[in-house]
């Protein structure tokens, strides 16, 4: 079975802290998408890449980075936690930006609250 | 960024009931994709429609795409508690998928 990974099903960080969320994928996909999911505003997208080390803007990018060293490895990275960003963070691939009918596929999400 | 809206936010039904959840916009798209998410997990694709007028059937659910491709349907039919989960539109735009704010459906046994 092909495989979007998040290496933390929940995670707890206090305010100003540096904050890691790790995404790996088994399907060499170009594509890696990472979102935010919150009630009532759906999935918003921070960030994406479609190729190793390139990375763009999505519609929420403010106060994240993200690194893909790796064609499998997506990181995102919240320079210094604030509440407003405890959330749902869900990853996801796809095939290449070409194939436009190709869906994505998610990892399980990673639940983050910032105390 | 063109919106999907979807409706309804909230459906609660019995076993065994039908139901038709609805996605629609004011703009054309190339395709639409229908989404499950349950909860705790990520979102996992069920279809994809194309063509105005496509019907596409997977078990219980039907998928239809209007036929001037600015609305899509989706009917469940004898809904089981398997079923519950949040139901997501999504569309391209530039390569990158934006997404309805999804119906979330509860089927109680």
């Known amino acids: 079975d092909v495989k979007v990974t998040q290496s933390s099903r929940y995670l707890v960080k206090r305010t100003g802290e540096k904050v890691f969320l790790e995404c790996v994928q088994d399907?060499?996909?170009?594509?890696m998408f990472w979102y935010r999911q919150d009630p009532g505003l759906g999935l918003r997208l921070i960030y994406f890449s479609y190729d190793v080390k390139m990375k763009e803007k999505g519609d929420i990018p403010e106060g994240y980075s993200v690194s893909r060293e790796k064609k499998e490895r997506f990181s995102l990275i919240l320079e210094s936690a604030s509440t407003n960003q405890t959330s749902m963070y869900l990853c996801a691939s796809s095939a290449p930006r070409t194939a436009s009918n190709y869906g994505y596929t998610f990892g399980s999400g990673t639940r983050l609250t910032v105390v | 960024t063109q919106l999907l809206e979807q409706s309804p936010q909230f459906l609660s039904i019995q076993e065994g009931e039908n139901l038709t959840v609805y996605c629609n916009s004011s703009s054309v798209f190339s395709s639409l994709q229908w989404y499950r998410q349950e909860p705790g997990e990520g979102p996992v694709l069920l279809v994809t429609?194309?063509?105005?007028?496509e019907v596409k059937k997977l078990k219980r659910l039907t998928f239809q795409f209007g036929d001037a491709r600015k609305d899509s349907s989706l009917h469940i039919t004898a809904a089981q508690p398997g079923d519950t989960g949040l139901y997501l539109c999504a569309r391209y735009s530039s390569y990158k998928l934006i997404f309805g704010s999804g119906t979330r459906l509860l089927v109680r046994p």
């Open positions: 429609v194309v063509t105005g007028g």
């Open positions: 399907m060499d996909h170009e594509n």
